[in-house]
């Protein structure tokens, strides 16, 4: 059984569409983050939420606590987007990151 | 943005071989966790550290360990590798309820 899970697991787009990712998970949660992971490997932090709403450039994060759901969107996406997504979620206290299996999304020209 | 490092970036080891992989977080982070990524899936908590004491830990063997030191720097350690240890090993350190921040990861072979 995972905590988290997202949708979907593989997306493709042409350049210019709007993109959503979603994300749900089971348990109580402090903070809900987004990472970024390139085909190298490194993950990059996104955004940490744990209520409403973040935007950053072209990035938009939502968050619905008493759902337990939280959406990634990309507008006007482009091939420098393509990279897998991945949710992750914090209960209270000192507790590690329980992480999504991610999405990998592909631009395309 | 990365404050966090580690290295070696990639590795190859031989089946029981031991390996020790490294991650310097920035000054100030005193939480680093460890996780494994096999190819294709989502990260695995291996353990955490806060305060160079163990305070967590995720369903891996006790042939895992490692060590956080003063400096913020930390340590994993695997012994008798296995070819399913190979993986993309990932450490993130934080501090307080700030977000975390990730290096760049290890990749182990293990052959």
């Known amino acids: 059984k995972n905590e988290v899970e997202q949708s979907p697991q593989n997306l493709t787009a042409q350049e210019g569409e709007f993109i959503t990712i979603n994300c749900s998970y089971s348990?109580?949660?402090?903070?809900l983050h987004w990472l970024q992971q390139h085909p190298g490997g490194g993950i990059v932090s996104l955004f940490m939420l744990s209520s409403g709403k973040k935007k950053h450039g072209r990035l938009i994060a939502t968050i619905n606590i008493q759902e337990k759901h939280s959406s990634l969107h990309i507008t006007a996406s482009h091939p420098r987007d393509s990279a897998v997504y991945i949710c992750?979620?914090?209960?209270?206290?000192?507790?590690?990151?329980?992480f999504g299996k991610g999405t990998r999304l592909s631009v395309i020209a | 943005e990365t404050g966090v490092t580690q290295s070696p970036t990639h590795l190859i080891k031989t089946r029981g071989q031991q390996v020790t992989l490294r991650c310097s977080s920035q000054s100030g982070h005193n939480t680093v966790s460890w996780y494994q990524q096999a190819l294709g899936q989502g990260p695995q908590f291996i353990f955490q550290y806060y305060r160079e004491e163990e305070n967590g830990r995720g369903n891996f063997p006790p042939r895992f360990s490692g060590l956080q030191f003063p400096n913020y720097s930390s340590e994993l350690n695997v012994n008798a590798l296995e070819l399913d240890d190979s993986a993309l090993y990932l450490c993130?350190?934080?501090?307080?309820?700030?977000?975390?921040?990730f290096g760049s990861g290890t990749r182990l072979t293990v052959v």
């Open positions: 992750a979620v914090r209960s209270a206290g000192n507790t590690p990151l329980v």
């Open positions: 348990v109580g949660i402090s903070a």
């Open positions: 993130a350190s934080r501090t307080g309820n700030y977000g975390y921040t």
